[in-house]
Structures are given as structure tokens and as C-alpha cells.
């Protein structure tokens, strides 16, 4: 499975941005995707998840009700609708499907990563 991360910018705080991920194979359709990212000398970390059916979500408390996750299995893709954004969001946004189809905040239930999209966020 190769993923494609994109939808990345500069955006001033308060405004939005959508990110997709496209998987070069269906076989995503099957797995829970989630996105991850990592700000400047900090650690990577969990954002938001869907599982393979689109119907089960799970989110960081960070992120909740500001970055709802979608994903339209037709196109193999997955959303993060980012809304609200603040400087604090500023990272690399990594996409990244599970070997699951249940939806996970662990890493290392994500064997395939995609390369990242930067998001800059000015105050």
C-alpha cells in the first residue's frame, strides 16, 4: 500500500484546510486510517482515526470537534476536515493505514505511512 498525503499550506489561526490521503491499492478500503503528526522537536503523535466502514471515529482531545475525519472508500481516500486551526496544530500531518479495521491511537498498528503534508499555521 503507497499513500498520498496532500492539502498541506499556510493558513492564518481560525482558518481551514482539508487533508487527503489516497491509497494506491483498495485494499485500504478494509483497514481503519488514521492521521498522525509531528511539530518541530516534538514527538509524533495520534490525531484522529476512522475505522474501514467510515462509521466509528476516535480523536485526541486536542483536535475533537475542530478536525472531523472522513473517508469516501470508492476513491480510496481519507479526509481530515481541519477547521479552527491554531499555531499549536502547526506540524507534518502523516496518513497512515492499520493493519486493524477498528480505529487506534497506536502507531505501531500503522505499518504503512505516507510521507506528509507540512501545515503552517501563523498567529
Known amino acids: 500500500v503507497q499513500l498520498q498525503a496532500s492539502g498541506g499550506g499556510l493558513v492564518q489561526a481560525g482558518g481551514s484546510l482539508r487533508l487527503s490521503c489516497t491509497a494506491s491499492k483498495r485494499t485500504s478500503s478494509n483497514n481503519a486510517v488514521a492521521w498522525f503528526r509531528q511539530a518541530p522537536g516534538k514527538e509524533r503523535e495520534f490525531v484522529a482515526a476512522?475505522?474501514?466502514?467510515?462509521?466509528?471515529?476516535y480523536y485526541s482531545d486536542s483536535v475533537k470537534g475542530r478536525f472531523p475525519i472522513s473517508r469516501d472508500n470508492a476513491k480510496g481516500t481519507v479526509y481530515l476536515q481541519m477547521n479552527s486551526l491554531k499555531p499549536e496544530d502547526t506540524a507534518v500531518y502523516f496518513c497512515?493505514?492499520?493493519?486493524?479495521?477498528?480505529?487506534?491511537?497506536?502507531?505501531?498498528?500503522?505499518?504503512?505511512w505516507g510521507q506528509g503534508t507540512e501545515v503552517t499555521v501563523s498567529s
Open positions: 476512522i475505522n474501514w466502514r467510515g462509521d466509528s471515529t
Open positions: 497512515a493505514v492499520s493493519r486493524r479495521s477498528t480505529v487506534s491511537e497506536a502507531s505501531y498498528d500503522y505499518p504503512y
